[in-house]
């Protein structure tokens, strides 16, 4: 935890080159699970982390949106992540037992043109003890 929230020094390799959503999710599991009949991975880990159920998906910097909405991750080149990122919304004792989920493509902060940022499928995902 640091005064302007919490930051997040990730220490990641082998992920797609470039820019990718980040968020906190719901629940503790990374396992598969069916939705409308179709297998989504890692989708034990429900929605956006959202205590105060905003129901929207908005900058990280905002108290408006998610609370689970994080900066977008980086992937440099190398296919490694360790820059960090800091979610002045979370405070470090609401992280347990929750999941954090990095997903294909990048972040807009909104809901528009596309929900939950635009960004794509669930491309990896952690338990948070």
Known sequence: HHPYGTVFTPHLKNLPTGIHGFHVHEIA?????????????GGAA?????PSNTGQHAEPWSFKGH??????LYVDENGDATLPVLSPKLQLKELHNRALMIHVNGD??????????????RL???VIH
């Open 108 to 121: 807009n902060y909104s809901d528009n043109p596309k929900p939950l940022g635009g960004g794509g499928a």
């Open 124 to 126: 990896a995902c952690g």
């Open 67 to 72: 609370k689970g909405d994080l900066p977008a």
């Open 29 to 41: 599991s990374c396992d598969d699970k069916k939705k409308e009949g179709e297998l989504v991975p």
């Open 46 to 50: 429900g929605s956006h982390y959202d």
